[in-house]
């Protein structure tokens, strides 16, 4: 009901709604229709009323929550079913379990704090509030080597989100690392459940460092991470940024079913850092040093060491 609700403002465009209007479009009374909005009060939403007009929202709130996010999506599939929890230990075990009992493709987790965050490379990761912790069910038709190059998509839906939303200039870091004058702000962990060559489900999931201040930060990364709002200067809007993403996900994710990763490589090389540079690469079996040359259609980076070797690098800390 909610969401019938929040969409009708959503078409209203920042115009009133008349009461009748909303009676109508829910199929419920008009008294109904006003607890409703007391409701959506109770949850942060500043909402105008006046006689003869209708309502109007004039501000969503600040708070991440599954219908802020809602109102003003402008995707078809991404992010339709929200499931919002406050503090949970991880997004992923959650879409994993909801990718499980048969959760449409687009179903997204968000959590205003993780207390047990997984990074990559079986690390944890560090999720105060006030940062964006989510994670997103796909269910996409392709090969399972495939599977990999959905992070980097992913990477570029983040940086065209923030390009959208601030105005930072975000850099890629093979394969999924987003930085910010030289600073990581973005982690990605993409995950994928399968059986034989039939993919079940990838969980991709998605780490943003958002209005958190330095302090927040455990000491052994203050160093090398940092937030929109460091960067910024000012508060960013959660809500934004994750519409945003939703939007340009969906539009790269069509794309890449219809057109195969190619489009998705330049945009993706368009944006990256370490291509073309002398790059240490720790992966789990060693340490390789060499020269960043490319990545491979399936997102594999290159790197060509000192003797003039081609290396494949599929998993890797990468350091310019
Ligand atoms: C990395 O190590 O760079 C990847 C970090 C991915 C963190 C995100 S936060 C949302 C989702 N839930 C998790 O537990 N991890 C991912």
């Keep these: 009901m909610r969401k019938v609700l929040l969409e009708a403002f959503h078409q209203a465009n920042g115009g009133f709604v008349s009461g009748q209007n909303l009676a109508e479009i829910m199929g419920c009374s008009r008294t109904a229709v006003w607890k ?38 402008e995707t078809k599939m991404m992010g339709k079913h929200i499931s919002y929890h406050e503090s949970l230990p991880s ?33 944890t990761w560090h999720s105060a509030k006030t940062g964006i912790w989510m994670s997103l069910v796909l269910r996409p038709k392709i090969p399972m080597h495939q599977a990999p190059q959905l992070t980097l998509l992913a990477a570029v839906a983040i940086v065209q989100a923030i390009e959208d939303t601030t105005s930072l200039l975000p850099a890629i870091k093979w394969p999924n690392d987003i930085l910010i004058n030289g600073k990581k702000v973005t982690g990605i962990l993409t995950e994928m459940q399968a059986e034989a060559d039939r993919i079940h489900s990838v969980i991709i999931g998605i780490g943003i460092n958002v209005n958190q201040g330095l302090e927040d930060f455990p000491d052994e990364i203050k160093e090398t991470a940092t937030s929109l709002s460091i960067e910024e ?33 330049l945009l993706w090389e368009s944006y990256a850092v370490s291509l073309g540079k002398e790059i240490k690469a720790s992966t789990l079996t060693g340490v390789l040093y060499g020269k960043a040359i490319g990545i491979t259609e399936d997102g594999v980076l290159l790197l060509k060491d000192d003797e003039g070797e081609i290396h494949n690098i599929y998993s890797a800390d990468i350091e310019i």
């Design 36 to 73: 409703h909005i007391e409701e959506l009060r109770k949850d942060g939403y500043e909402i105008e009323a006046i006689r003869k007009k209708g309502y109007r929202i004039n501000k969503s709130p600040g708070k991440l929550s599954g219908n802020s996010i809602l109102l003003g999506l």
């Design 91 to 123: 997004t992923q075990k959650i879409a994993h379990k909801l990718a499980d009992s048969g959760a449409e493709e687009g179903t997204l987790v968000i959590a205003d704090e993780q207390t047990e965050g997984k990074g990559r490379l079986l690390r």
């Design 233 to 265: 200067g000012q508060p960013i809007s959660r809500t934004s940024i994750i519409q945003s993403f939703l939007k340009h996900f969906e539009i790269l994710y069509n794309l890449f079913l219809k057109e195969g990763f190619k489009p998705i490589k």
